[in-house]
């Protein structure tokens, strides 16, 4: 006689494996809800879910601290760099400054927006040459709200305000002989008062892609006050040095673009312009520590009106490139200051992209003309 066997009615039910996308959406919590729920069903699903959660956590923590330590290195590395600098005590305050070189002239290098100090030498470096130190003495200083400098008390930080801030540094450091201004971009607007405000006090101005005034015109593209009203960009990004280095990261041609160099631009960059434009990308910051003189380049470019240029006698030249928006102004700047000579560059960008001999070159033989002690560099 035989015996039936009944079938195992408690022979458990196989799961889906969809219950692997808890764990991998949700690391280590996604485990955890999968392992509870499947334990008494499928217990080698749910501890290999478990499992998965764990490794993936694992994996997702160590990039994370990966990137959480290359940022505290650039920041490290940022802050030792602008701990270069001086501060001194001016009539006007306190004012943040780098003194650079044994040569003469003395060069009074103004940076442009988002700079600082460092900004400042690192635009005379690239104007004047590898070898500035040597034939130039550098003062490059930290204008209102970036880094060491403060926003001056009386709430008046206009260019006009900077270029006396500028005249005090030079009277606190003892500079009574005339000195060539160099303004790049909005480091331009003080330059231009300086020259109008102080001309005895300066032998020859040079002024590379100036953020100056033109006449009103409609060309479509993004203002400055567009920018500085993006509630975004002013309260978050440049609130947070974490997060303005993570854009400088992943979206670096987006703020190279942002910088002045168009896409088609940075497809012919050197190699040696490459690296130029990521060392200047690094002077953004600490970007917290430059805020407040970034927001007040906005305010000064929605009060900007046009200068008297006539008055401005000292020798002048202005370099910028056709494909910029700045161009209007440099051309009617050169057009309007008498003594003033244009080089312009059919392309380049806000950075002069494929003209950095050339820009040297202009600027060598114009302060040569003006200071014939320059030592001419030998090939």
Do not use: C
């Amino acid at each position: 006689m035989h015996m039936a066997i009944k079938p195992d009615l408690k022979k458990k039910k196989r799961r889906s494996r969809l219950w692997y996308l808890l764990p991998i959406f949700l690391h280590i919590i996604g485990g955890l809800i999968a392992y509870f729920i499947l334990r008494g069903s499928d217990h080698a699903l749910a501890k290999n879910s478990l499992w998965l959660g764990i490794i993936l956590s694992a994996v997702a923590t160590t990039l994370a601290l990966a990137v959480y330590l290359a940022y505290l290195n650039d920041m490290a590395a940022a802050r030792e760099r602008i701990s270069t600098a001086q501060v001194i005590n001016t009539a006007i305050g306190p004012i943040q400054y780098a003194d650079v070189g044994h040569g003469t002239p003395v060069v009074l290098a103004i940076h442009g927006a988002g700079g600082g100090f460092d900004q400042g030498l690192f635009t005379a470096k690239g104007a004047l040459g590898d070898d500035m130190e040597d034939n130039y003495r550098i003062i490059a200083p930290s204008r209102f709200g970036y880094l060491g400098t403060p926003m001056p008390s009386d709430g008046d930080a206009s260019p006009a305000a900077a270029a006396d801030a500028h005249a005090a540094l030079l009277d606190a450091l003892g500079i009574h002989d005339k000195v060539v201004v160099m303004g790049t971009s909005a480091g331009a607007l003080s330059s231009m008062q300086f020259a109008i405000k102080y001309p005895e006090r300066v032998s020859a101005l040079v002024l590379e892609v100036p953020d100056s005034w033109k006449p009103p015109i409609t060309d479509g593209s993004e203002t400055t006050e567009q920018l500085m009203a993006n509630d975004f960009i002013m309260n978050t990004v440049l609130k947070s040095d974490f997060i303005m280095w993570t854009f400088t990261k992943v979206a670096k041609d987006q703020m190279v673009s942002f910088l002045g160099a168009t896409p088609e631009l940075q497809k012919t960059m050197t190699p040696n312009e490459q690296k130029q434009v990521d060392e200047l990308m690094t002077m953004i910051f600490p970007v917290s520590e430059r805020r407040a003189g970034i927001i007040n380049e906005g305010i000064n470019h929605q009060k900007l009106e046009r200068y008297p240029l006539e008055s401005i006698h000292a020798p002048t030249l202005v370099i910028d490139a056709k494909d910029v928006s700045t161009f209007p102004g440099s051309k009617y700047t050169a057009e309007n200051i008498p003594n003033a000579k244009l080089v312009a560059f059919e392309t380049g960008g806000h950075m002069l992209i494929g003209h950095g001999e050339d820009t040297r070159a202009a600027i060598k033989d114009f302060l040569k003309q003006q200071h014939p002690q320059i030592e001419t560099p030998q090939p």
